[in-house]
Structure formats: C-alpha cells, structure tokens
C-alpha cells in the first residue's frame, strides 16, 4: 500500500506539474505579445552593441561612451539620391531593373531595405536624415525651402557630422545638395558640423549652368548662381556639358577620397553625398546620350522624358561606380561603409518623370507612393552569409544615425551625448544588431510619417494633417486621395500634361486635387497599394490610432516655418556676386510676417477650455494671414510641380 501511495503521489506530481507547464505556457502566449518588444528591443540593442564593437578591428570589445580609437573606426559614405522612386530602382522595377547595376551588386554584398520609408519632401527628409529626430520634432514638418524665405534647420539641433566629430573625432564632407536653410551663415553647412562643403544651398538647380531653381527662376525675375566650394562661389558655374553637376561632384569625391588614400592619415571620414539627380529639371548631356551603349539601353522606354529620367538613373549608377572603384584603388572600399537611399518618393507627374508604381500617391504627400522608396547598406562587418539578404524591418530615414553608430560601436556613446542636446533624445532606433540577427524583427514598430497644420479655405479653420503606422495599419488624417501614377506609354507629352493616366480607373486629370481631405486606415502589409479603406470595419484600430496621433500632436516642436518672402532683401546681396547665398545678418532674427502654422495650435491641449477658444477665435480673426500663409504654401507645391497647373 505505501508503495501504490508513493506511486499515486508521484504521478500526481507529474500530473500537477504538467498542468503547470501548461499553465505557464499559457500565460507567456498571453503575455508575449506585449513583452516581446520590449525583450525584442534589448536583445537588438545588446547585439549591436556588442558585435558593433567586435566588427572593430583594435576596439577592446568594450565601449565605454568615450569614443573609439580613430584607427578602428569604418570610414562612412551616405549616398542620398534625390526624387527617386520605388519604381526607379530594384529589381521589381517595371522599366528600370537593369540600370543600376553598380548598386545591384553592392547590394547582392550587403543588405538591401523592403521596408525603408524617407519624408515626402527634400527639406523635411534631410532635417531627419541629420537630426535623427522627426520633422515635426525639430519645427520642419511644413514645407519645403523654396527662394528667399527666411528659415531653416534651427541651429540649436546637433547633426550627425556634430555627433561623429565628438564621437569618434571624423573629418566630415558634404557634396551636392544641401537645402536645410541658406538664409543666415549660421544655416550653412560649414557651421553645422561639415569640414568641406562643395555643392549648393537651394532645393535644385540647373544641371549645366548651376542656376538656383531653374524652372522658375526666369517668371520670378530671380534667377542667381548657385554653386558653392566651401565659402567661396565655384567658377565652374560659368556652364558647358563638361560642368555638368554630377560631374562636378564626381570629381570632388574622388579628390577627397584620394586625400585620405594618399595621406599617412589615420582619421575616419564622413561623406554625405547628396546627389542632385534624379530631381528635376530633367537633364542630360547630349554626349551621353549619344553614347551607342545608352542608345540601346534607352530603345525600350517610349516616352521621352522618361528616358531621359532613365538616363539620369544610369548617370546615378555611374557615380556609385566611380566612387567604389576610388575606394578600392585607394585600400578603402573594407574599411568603408556605404548606405544608398532615396529622399522622397518621385514626381510622378511628366516634370519629373518618375514613378512610384504600384505604390499609390507621389513626392509630397503621405500617401506610399511619396513616403516608401528604396535603400541598403554595404559593410565588411556584415557576415558573409547574410550578404545579398533582404531586411524587411521597419526602417525610417531617422534610423540611420543610430543604426551607423551601431555599426561603429559607438551606440552607447550617442546615448550619453543626445541627453546634452536639444531636445534631449532621438525618434530613431539602432538596427544593427536586428541586422546582424538575420532577422527582419525590427526594434521599430510605430512610425509617424508626418504631422502638419494646414488652414481650410471652405471650413475657415485650421486642421491637423498626417499619417501614423503602427505595425501593419496606417492612418492617413486630412489628406486628398491621390491617385496611382501610371507610366506614360506615348512619346506625346500632352497624354501627361492634365496630371497622369491613373492604373486604378481614376477620373484622370486634375479631379484628384479638388477632392476633399478625408481620414482614411489601411492594413500597408497586406494592401500597399492602399487601396481598401478599413475604417469602418476596424473602428477601434482607427481611433487608437488618431489617439496616438493626438498624442504626437501634444509634442510639436515651435515650426521653423516662414512664409515670408524677402526677395528685395536677398537680391540685394546676390547681386554684388550673382550666387545666392545668406542675406539676413541679425543673430535675433524673426520671421517677420505670415508665420501662421502647426504653432497656432501646438499648445491646445495644454490649455484649459477657455484659453482653446479664445485662441481659436484670435486664429479666426486673422485670416488674411492665414491666406497669405497657405498661399505661400501652394506656391512653394507648385514650384516643384506638386499641384496641377490650375492650381498655380
């Protein structure tokens, strides 16, 4: 009998325990969903961290937030491709797989992004490519930098050339496009943390002849040079095919590149290479078209624009072999880190001649046609079998400074340098240890892809416009439906000239700009071409996620926005040099007038009730200014060829 009771009591304890594990089971299934991220986050950090320091070849395996040794550093090279679309690059690309075959190969030696999203405009794209920050954390939510408005990057954010001089002691350069502010020397780029600059200030310019805003220089009688080596104005401005602007910056990089492959020294550079294509004005040299190899390459694209738009791709890819080969011929290419990225979606209409298919939307707005594009990363600390992958993580443009400091071991070094700058912290997230995982688990699972005020003509009120991701849904708050760019098929540009032929049956023409902005919710994943709208059939997604946009809107930095435009002022400075370059000298500069923006109603929930109306009600009153502030705003869509043309 004893032994039967030992027997019972041992397999009740077996049975107990069973239930335990399955109770316990049971729970973490419960439970994992909300501590996954949180144990997904560490892990990635951890990982990044760690093998971040082990990939340095010297490095002690240890990073105690004092930098590194110089010697162990990567060198860092960010190519920025400007206007590039999802259907520009890649091998989904319905007309363009083949046509940049240097980066295909990089990327068959690195790791290519699925899932990487930029802002939908340059100004906003770049402030958080340096600040690691999003716009509207930094006051450049609104807008683009367009002529003679007075504002820019505000000069108490720290970018990343700051933080890679404190870090790790890197010489930095910038060639090509700047456009974060050219107002006041203090906006330039040799004051926020370039060694060199070789480029231009403006948001484009004239591929030959280097004028500021080529397009529309001549109606606004503005038309100024706008090329720059260091402080001084470049004399290849003067024009002919052999100063073409890609050019140009080819030989600048290579001139610096030779210097750290020529030199005994050992300190790690950072070149920013903001390339100007594929913006427009859509320009070629006639040599290299004439070129019996790009003849043939071009033969199969009917339209003619969007062969010379291919051309400019090819240009591209020319570029990024040139520079590896200066990095291989100088022993550079292992010891150097290559990302490639686009800024923004492309304009998709006949001006720009770029295409976003199958992605709805284009450059300047937040639809996924203006937001998601292309990038990837080459680095000899990537290990050899997980080169050629794809990570399908969510990656935001906001990412990639933590993510590089990642890769140079030196993450917990920002860490300890961010708290002292304004602001006091980043809205991006390191990769690397996601990356080196394997996985596409990425430690980010919410987005903002913007947020901005806007004032309505019909309602006389102002109203907030953005769009939100988290996980697979998207919310969309305020925004015109747009259509889905079609390629043009015809060598007849006036097929284009209304605004597109659209693949989803739209109306066609301009009737996309005159419909009414609308709050719409999709699922990204498993519609990208956002197409079905579930806000009806998942009504608490949608209001969780116009929560947490309301949520973002209680943390809007002051807008850097300044729809004044002060063309007296700076005509009288580029006339003295025919360059444009910083008019206003008053260190305590304020935008004089027609500031109306996302500050008008950054503090409302902050206010008790009768401080909101009594704001609303002073808003209302100034409506002249509200007009003047959204007139600039359409100006400034139109310039860039963002709106039709009745609308301009």
């Not at 015809?490 to 700009?513: I, L």
């Amino acid at each position: 009998d004893g032994e039967e009771r030992k027997v019972s009591r041992r397999a009740l304890d077996m049975l107990g325990f069973g239930f335990l594990m399955l109770l316990i089971v049971a729970l973490h299934k419960n439970l994992i969903s909300e501590g996954e991220d949180a144990m997904m986050q560490a892990e990635v950090d951890a990982m990044g961290e760690a093998e971040g320091n082990f990939m340095q070849a010297g490095d002690s395996g240890s990073d105690d937030g004092g930098g590194n040794n110089a010697t162990s550093l990567q060198n860092i090279v960010l190519v920025l491709i400007d206007d590039q679309g999802y259907n520009d690059m890649g091998k989904a690309s319905t007309d363009l797989s083949t046509f940049t075959p240097e980066i295909s190969r990089l990327a068959d030696d690195g790791i290519w992004f699925s899932n990487y999203y930029a802002q939908p405009l340059c100004t906003p794209s770049r402030a958080a490519l340096m600040t690691g920050r999003y716009p509207t954390h930094v006051g450049m939510s609104h807008g683009i930098i367009t002529g003679n408005t007075p504002w820019g990057l505000p000069t108490n954010y720290s970018l990343m050339p700051e933080y890679l001089k404190e870090v790790g002691g890197y010489r930095t350069h910038l060639v090509g496009k700047w456009h974060l502010g050219h107002f006041h020397e203090s906006h330039l780029p040799l004051e926020r943390g370039f060694d060199t600059f070789y480029g231009f200030y403006s948001g484009f310019t004239g591929a030959f002849h280097h004028t500021s805003e080529l397009t529309a220089c001549a109606e606004e009688r503005d038309c100024y040079y706008d090329l720059r080596d260091g402080w001084e104005p470049a004399g290849e401005a003067l024009a002919g095919e052999s100063h073409y602007n890609m050019y140009l910056f080819e030989d600048e990089v290579a001139k610096i590149i030779n210097h750290y492959g020529e030199s005994d020294e050992s300190t790690p550079f950072f070149l920013y290479y903001a390339m100007s294509n594929v913006h427009e004005p859509i320009e070629v040299p006639e040599a290299y078209l004439e070129r019996e190899e790009v003849i043939q390459k071009l033969a199969d694209i009917p339209n003619v624009q969007r062969r010379h738009f291919a051309a400019m791709t090819m240009i591209v890819d020319d570029a990024v072999q040139n520079l590896t080969s200066c990095l291989r011929s100088n022993e550079l290419y292992d010891e150097t880190i290559i990302i490639i990225a686009s800024d923004n979606g492309a304009a998709s209409v006949i001006a720009g001649s770029g295409s976003n298919l199958p992605l709805r939307g284009m450059k300047g707005y937040l639809w996924e046609g203006g937001v998601r594009v292309h990038a990837m990363v080459r680095s000899s600390s990537i290990p050899t079998h997980l080169r050629g992958k794809t990570y399908d993580g969510l990656f935001h443009v906001t990412d990639w400074m933590p993510t590089i400091f990642g890769m140079i071991g030196s993450s917990h070094a920002l860490k300890q340098l961010v708290p002292s700058q304004a602001g006091g912290y980043l809205d991006g997230y390191n990769h690397w240890g996601a990356i080196l995982a394997g996985h596409s688990r990425s430690p980010r699972s919410t987005l903002l892809h913007n947020l901005d005020y806007l004032y309505s003509n019909v309602t006389s009120e102002w109203y907030t416009t953005g769009a939100i991701r988290s996980g697979d849904f998207k919310l969309l708050r305020g925004v015109q439906y747009l259509p889905v760019w079609e390629l043009p098929q015809s060598e007849n540009r006036s097929d284009y000239e209304a605004g597109g032929v659209y693949a989803d049956g739209g109306a066609g023409g301009e009737d996309w700009y005159n419909t009414v902005p609308t709050d719409y919710l999709y699922n990204v994943t498993a519609d990208p071409t956002e197409t079905t709208d579930l806000k009806a059939q998942y009504p608490e997604i949608f209001a969780q996620l116009n929560e947490l946009m309301d949520e973002y809107v209680a943390t809007m930095a002051p807008t850097a926005y300044c729809g004044s435009v002060m063309d007296k002022q700076a005509r009288k400075v580029f006339n003295e040099t025919q360059f444009i370059g910083p008019w206003v000298t008053e260190d305590d500069f304020v935008c004089p007038k027609g500031n109306y923006s996302s500050t008008n109603a950054t503090y409302d929930d902050q206010l008790s009730e009768e401080e909101q109306d009594a704001m609303r009600s002073a808003v209302e009153i100034d409506v002249s200014s509200a007009l003047q502030f959204m007139a600039q705003y359409t100006a400034e869509m139109c310039l860039y060829h963002l709106l039709p043309d009745s609308a301009c």
